[in-house]
């Protein structure tokens, strides 16, 4: 049963939570231009803050809408940038790198703005989404995501550094290349690891609705694509040379791949997804 | 290695093409939608149906195989590496990627760094393995300079002498990779077996119809079937009462089937998998009733003293209005039924229109109307023997992942220099810089 006082107070939220991303992106770039110190730990708060009010968001919007809100390109857009802003806010502290921050902002303020034009309506789900597998299907896709664009990210920040001069202001608070290069791999570990336990639960679910595990579906098969492109990057890391810039550019190209997954399918490739 | 990237590389390739070219359809609907020449090189390269081609089945194949022969391959040297860094003496007396002199709480700092299994001697105990060691293969870690600035030499065979620490952490992430490739491989093999091997059957009817399933021996008959429907007229689920009967020996089972809630009876999975409409067909010949029979959306029915006249019923409409854009329904109540139908005479269509409920289809002598519209249930019948070791492949290749990405070998000792402090070394295989800092910073508190 959907309660609209619920619904209307995640309008509100959603809203204030985009702002609050937009300033904390903002925020981050005056931190980089007028190379302000101060103004990163601002923007961290304020990215922080937004976070916490998005998480508030999708909870009343789960309870406005009797179940879980990842059923339609709206929710999974939000919740996109959900675990990206998550994914992003881990790396930020657990590594001590604000610039990352910097970069961040923009992906998921792009994403949110991305949902923000999805229609926002509540339909009831049909019958093959009323599983409780879809709670665990989407928000490992939503993590897997995440992690993926950090690792995206990175691989633009690791670019970047090649013109970054010495003892600039930029070449203090970026990481050495070296560090770059292993943050960047363990991003893409978590969105691997992720995509595997997402493939893995979306083919038990498809088994109990459609029968069939796996159909070769379009976004089965992108969510594969995307599975081995990642299987590549790790394997060129093992090979001398690959790591580095190498590594930077597939993670770039590979989140292409991620945001063909996401967009693309559902809107050039009809298939089982298309509802997603 | 170069091998399986390139494999993995064409599978990419592959698989993207597969998903931009819609799959199954006919030289005719390739031909209008690419050409006829690509149509022909579609239908050539079996680009219509890629995922069956012999080709790709090729490329899994040499998957599998590259898979199985990476595995045996790397097995001994894995266990190798696994012992040596086990053992203490492969380690004490050399230099770690990262060093620090002047530690003085050497078990506190161990554990501080996640060691918590210490092992603790005499150097001089650790016999002449020292000299016989080979290179340290760190694979993926960079020398580190020390903390201290004092970098630790290797030791000689004659300062081989006081106390040591040793411990190794995380050695089961060395067969991550390993165990991964296993999992990737059962997968296949028991996606390939399923596919190869699984009986599948799809049964339609309504309640109270009785069929055989495929060649099965089993009987299945609809006890029920319900369409739930919500306020707002959208489904909520589709659900069949469903009992099957084994003629063998006349065992009985009966079960509930809904979308999402299969039911396994006699080995075999049960799938509410689809729905649409039947009526009842009612014909009579020159006023005299002819034939009653149940016509189903999207079949036909012939009749029965003249069998190339043919009914065919191409849509039902519960709801029919005739909109802008055709005939169409405004719910899914049957509150005002109509039949889309067309007559065919010897395969010559005679005539297409929308009859309701209450009218009549006259074709000469034959007097057609329909009624008794309800909902008929699709059911899927399937066995996959070979769904479990797929299911057991995904949980391996996880498994797999988690070793290889979160459980990072790592070694660490210690050796006592003669003022009572310890010099500390220690290798990750692939913490690299980052296990470096965290050293370095831990470090800092025990010194």
Known sequence: MVNESFLQIENVLFTVTMLLYFAAMIIYFVFVAAQKEKLARIAVILQGAGFVLHTIALITRGIGAGRLPLTNQYEFATSFAWGLCLVSLVFVLRYKFNVLG??????????????????????????????NWLGFHVS?????????????????IFLLREYMKDQSFLDRHVPSKEKLD?????????????????????????????????????????????????SIYLHLRIRRGWSGKAAAIFAVAGFIAVLFTYIGVNTLLPGVHSYA | MQFAIGLLLVLTAACTVGSVITQGQSYEAYAKLYGERWAGAIMALQLDDLFHSWWFILLSAFLCLNLLLCNLIRMPSIIRIMKREADPAASVGKTGNVSVAGIRDVDGFF?????SKILSGDRKDLGGLN???????????????????????????????????????NTAGLWGAWVCHLGILLLILGFGLGQATKQEYT??????????????????TIDSFEVGLREDDTVEQYTAGITVRRPSDGALESAEISVNNPASIFGMRYYQNSTGWAADIHITKNGEPLQDDVIYAGDYVRVADMPDLVIYLNAF??????????????SSSPNNPAYLYSVYYKNQMLGMNALLQSEELTI????????????????????????????IGGLVVMLGLILAFYLQEARMWAEQESDGTWTVHAISRKGGVLFGDRFRETAEKYL
């Open chain 1, 102 to 131: 910097t970069f961040a902002a923009p992906v998921i303020f792009l994403i949110i703005g991305y949902a923000a034009m999805q229609s926002k309506d509540v339909h009831e789900l049909m019958p093959a989404l009323r599983s």
């Open chain 1, 140 to 156: 490992t896709a939503i993590i897997a995501y995440g992690g993926f664009g950090v690792s995206f990210v990175l691989g633009i």
């Open chain 1, 182 to 230: 292993l943050i960047g791999y363990r991003s893409v570990a978590l969105g691997l690891l992720f995509l595997t336990f997402t493939i893995l639960t979306g083919a038990i679910w498809a088994e109990r609705a459609w029968g069939s595990y796996w159909s070769w579906d379009p976004k089965e098969t992108w969510s594969l694509i995307t599975w081995i492109i990642y």
């Open chain 2, 111 to 115: 554990k501080a760094m996640g060691f």
């Open chain 2, 131 to 169: 000299e016989s060691r080979e290179p340290d293969e760190a694979a993926g870690t960079s020398k580190d300079e020390s903390l201290s600035g004092a970098a630790a030499e290797t030791a000689g065979p004659d300062e081989r002498k006081g106390s040591f620490r040793f411990s190794v952490r």
């Open chain 2, 203 to 220: 049964v339609y009817g309504l309640p109270g119809d009785s069929m055989p399933v495929g060649d099965t021996g089993c009987v299945l």
């Open chain 2, 317 to 330: 409409y519960p709801d029919y209005v005739l909109g802008e854009s055709g005939p169409m329904s405004i």
């Open chain 2, 364 to 391: 000469d002598d034959y007097t057609v109307t329909f009624g008794n519209p309800r909902n008929y249930t699709l059911i899927q019948v399937k066995r996959d023997r070979f769904t479990f070791l797929a299911l």
